[in-house]
């Protein structure tokens, strides 16, 4: 399964991005997906995730309230609104898919299968 992520760009504070994730090659059935952050010089984070299956939601304790994960059946997307983005919230942004059937360590990247290229979000000040 390939993955593709857009929807970044550049934004002020305050502002409200959406992300989309949608496969390419295969399904997000029965998989957890997750979103991802990485700022220049910081390790890979945890955002959000969701279970395709059930639409259990996780959301790191920075984001809780400020961004929301859903999906989309019938278009097999993903999205990560984004609201009263802060310019902490600059990054590049990754989708990923957990194996199929599997019960996931969430926040760990580690558990990922498959990764989308990125998108980059910019929040100016």
């Known amino acids: 399964v390939q993955l593709q992520a857009s929807g970044g760009g550049l934004v002020q504070a305050g502002g409200s991005l959406r992300l989309l994730c949608t496969p390419s090659?295969?399904?997000?059935?029965?998989?957890?997906m997750g979103w991802f952050r990485q700022a220049p010089g910081k390790e890979r984070e945890f955002v959000a995730g969701?279970?395709?299956?059930?639409?259990?939601?996780h959301y790191a304790d920075s984001v809780k309230g400020q961004f929301t994960i859903s999906r989309e059946r019938g278009r097999n997307a993903v999205y990560l609104q984004m609201n009263s983005l802060k310019p902490e919230d600059t990054a590049a942004y990754y989708c990923?898919?957990?194996?199929?059937?599997?019960?996931?360590?969430?926040?760990?990247?580690?558990?990922?299968?498959?990764w989308g290229q990125g998108t980059q979000v910019t929040v100016s000040s």
């Open positions: 090659g295969g399904t997000f059935s029965n998989r957890y």
């Open positions: 969701i279970n395709w299956t059930r639409g259990f939601t």
């Open positions: 990923a898919a957990g194996p199929p059937n599997r019960d996931i360590s969430f926040d760990s990247a580690a558990s990922y299968e498959y």
